[in-house]
């Protein structure tokens, strides 16, 4: 299996611009998952699928996030407009296992993480 | 809602001395994972510990679960450059989603 992959690898833009993440899950995994790392932040949950709906967005900054996922093998996270401190590593994972608990919340197996998005806005 | 904490945040080891990193948590907790991120790379699943008083071990690394099922700790026995990198915790809660801790940054030099 090839792994989570995500492209671009290294984005450059400047502020204003849009940008859009991609991110194949592996085939099988029914979750996929959404983070930012900063050196000052961590690592940050954005949001996360599962079966391809969104369960929990709580953790998209501000509505200029926006994640979508058409079918279980594609997912974008865009950005418009991007601003300097949306410069970050995304990251996307997805899991062979997610299931729904109550109150909506998820469990989850192994998350399998992509190799990131280095983003830069200048 | 949950949070989960890690200390410490960074580690400075000679090469062959002894490491842990710590993971604490405000609630009880159903599982909990570790995750290995080398400098430039992406994280990377370890292990996870599902049972209270849970001891698993892989080589050198010696993975705790706490009898409360609120702690977790990751022990490397006589480290090596090799070991260097983020530690990250990822506990999951009886009613909660996965929460990445902290981190704890660890640095071997010879």
């Known amino acids: 299996d090839a792994g989570v992959i995500q492209s671009p690898r290294h984005e450059v833009t400047e502020m204003g611009q849009e940008v859009t993440l991609r991110c194949k899950p592996i085939?099988?995994?029914?979750?996929l998952f959404w983070y930012r790392q900063t050196m000052m932040r961590g690592l940050e949950l954005l949001i996360y699928?599962?079966?391809?709906?969104?369960?929990?967005d709580s953790g998209m900054p501000e509505d200029r996030f926006s994640a979508k996922m058409p079918n279980a093998s594609f997912s974008t996270l865009k950005i418009q407009p991007s601003e300097p401190r949306d410069s970050a590593v995304y990251f996307c994972?997805?899991?062979?296992?997610?299931?729904?608990?109550?109150?909506?919340?998820?469990?989850?197996?192994?998350?399998?993480f992509g190799p990131g998005t280095r983003l830069t806005v200048l | 809602g949950q949070q989960v904490m890690q200390i410490p945040q960074y580690q400075h080891v000679q090469e062959g001395e002894d490491f842990t990193t710590y993971c604490n948590s405000s609630t009880t907790l159903s599982n909990i994972q570790w995750y290995k991120q080398r400098p430039g790379g992406h994280p990377v699943f370890l292990i996870q510990l599902v049972k209270s008083g849970e001891v698993k071990k892989q080589k050198r690394l010696t993975f705790q679960f706490g009898e409360a099922k609120k702690n977790s700790s990751l022990h490397i026995t006589a480290t090596q450059t090799t070991d260097v990198g983020t530690y990250f915790c990822a506990a999951t809660g009886t009613a909660s989603k996965l929460t990445f801790g902290t981190g704890t940054r660890l640095q071997v030099t010879l």
């Open positions: 994972a997805s899991s062979p296992l997610g299931q729904i608990t109550s109150g909506g919340l998820i469990s989850t197996d192994t998350q399998y």
């Open positions: 085939s099988g995994h029914n979750s």
């Open positions: 699928f599962n079966n391809n709906v969104p369960i929990d």
